[in-house]
């Protein structure tokens, strides 16, 4: 084999390291069958191996770019950077969930669900936003927490290309950030100038990611308020929730604030 499994971290499996979890399951497939195992074999033994959600998220996408690679991906593809918060706090919401509270099928795709009011769930949110690298699509009901809005003008004066969709209503409330994001920072702001709501609550982060759930950005919400969030690399996911934001953006042109 070409992986150079002492460079694999070392944790404890059942009185076992992690390298000798994969050396073992590697030597006794070649003794029964005269073969090596398959990469799909590898990579569900590194996952039973690892010793938090972090990792196993890291080897799912890991297997899935690989699966990319060679022509052989299905249908929801992996995301466009390795889900690395440890070190790279792209996807800053993974973290060591129990298992019950973080679900991910063995492709690659993941879901994970974070609960508010939490300071902790509010530095995930945060995080997620401030790594947007192309670009950031968001299209929610109000803004009002300038922590919030402050990191939305951040990514925007870093290049990331930023849109917002808002409520025309909200837009009008004291302390809303809505029409400053377009007066102040020019950032591309658009209302839906209707009698009824703009109520979605949703972004997209790189064509990459979707962020969504009860979760208001505002101050409420976030120190009060039972709130949910969940952010997923599901293509379909993606597909869909970009699909609704380019449908309702040219649906709201003539009221580009």
Known sequence: MNTAYSSVVSVSVEGRTTHEHLTRTYESHIERHGSSPSLQQLFETARDAASSDQDRAVISWLESALAKESGRDGDDEAPSTPPFSRHHHLISHIKEHHDEHHHKANNGVFISP???????????????????????????????????????????????????????????????????????????????????????????????????????????????????LCLTNSAKAVRAFKDEFEKLWDLFEEFQL
């Open 114 to 228: 974070i609960f508010f009011p939490s300071e902790e769930s509010f530095g995930h949110f945060i995080k997620t936003l401030s790594n947007a690298k192309k670009s950031l699509d968001i299209c929610v009901f109000t803004i009002t927490d300038n922590e919030t809005a402050d990191a939305v003008i951040q990514a925007h004066k870093r290049g990331v290309r930023v849109r917002i969709i808002s409520d025309d209503d909200k837009s009008e409330d004291l302390g809303a950030d809505i029409k400053r994001f377009a007066r102040d920072h020019d950032i591309p702001t658009r209302v839906d100038g209707s009698p009824s709501h703009m109520h979605h609550k949703f972004a997209i982060i790189d064509d990459a990611l979707v962020m969504t759930g009860s979760y208001n950005w505002t101050k409420g919400a976030r120190y009060q308020n039972r709130e949910d």
